[in-house]
């Protein structure tokens, strides 16, 4: 396994408060990484810092195998990409002449290379149109397809599909699958709308006041959402007790509900055994946990 990003104790602090608490993140060569947070949690600072956009108060970096401890971290900083909160591009220009413009600031001169930024932009046929009369989402695609100018081994994006109608977040998610997939760019992107995250990301960090609170897989992620029987009866004790004797692994949420985490496949005879056992059952159910609910139960915990 090869990690083209590891950060150790990584804090950035604005006198008395450290919106980057000490956070120590591992991300593989070709993921898409997507950092879970609510507004204000620090997911910008972050971003900026790996981005090279800001400097850390305390802790290290290694990126791409260059790291801060000795100096060499810089060099890494050429090769990543990024669009942190809002693209930056001029609007009286095109997009043909914006994307030219980034293009020879790294030294490419190619007319060819531009028209195929903006292909894989979807923006091939906007003509001389301006900038500034785009939607918000042709503007966020532009600003993604500029972030991968020079070839960047890493992509940086915060929040790109903040503010975006359905159709515009649908096609940034497929800008973004096809660089990951086509290119084999490794994808760091931020956002608080987990559902969409939930649709890119191959792993995840989850951050809260600063902090790194988890950090797992999607296949991990899915294992932690997965199914469970609600059951709602008069008693929760008593149904514990009748359970327990099933072997089931259960929880006990109030004087009414619980929680069943396995042998889901077997509700009826669950159902039964309550019933029988003089329980009454008011409502027994299949449901998963959604990501949003697991982030909202794991912060409150933290």
Sequence with gaps: MEYILKTNMLTKQFKQQKAVDNVSVSIERGSIYGLIGRNGAGKTTFLRM????????????EIMGFRSSDGTVNQAFERIGSLIEQP??????????????????????????????????????????????????????????????????????????????PQGIIEVRDIIHRINKEQNITIVISSHILEELSKLATHYGIIH???????????????????????????????AKILKGLGCNYSVANEH????????EKSAAINKALVTGGIGVESLYRRSQSLEEYFISLISRA
């Excluded at 959402?225 to 008693?235: F, G, H, K, T």
């Design 50 to 61: 790996i981005g090279g956009l800001a400097a850390p108060t305390s802790g290290e970096m």
């Design 88 to 165: 930056g591009i001029y609007k009286n220009m095109t997009a043909f002449e914006n994307c030219r413009l980034k293009a020879m600031c790294c030294g490419v001169y190619s007319e060819d290379y531009v028209k195929a930024k903006l292909a894989l932009a979807g923006l091939q046929d906007v003509g001389k149109k301006n900038v500034g009369n785009f939607s918000l989402g042709m503007k966020q695609r532009l600003g993604v397809a500029m972030a991968t100018i020079g070839e960047p081994e890493m992509l940086i994006l915060d929040e790109p599909i903040n503010g975006l109608d």
């Design 209 to 239: 006041n600063g902090r790194l609170v988890e950090q797992l897989s999607h296949d991990e992620l899915l294992g932690k959402c997965s199914a469970r029987l609600e059951i709602v009866a008069d008693s929760a004790e008593k149904a």
């Design 257 to 264: 509900m619980l929680f069943v985490n396995d042998n889901i």
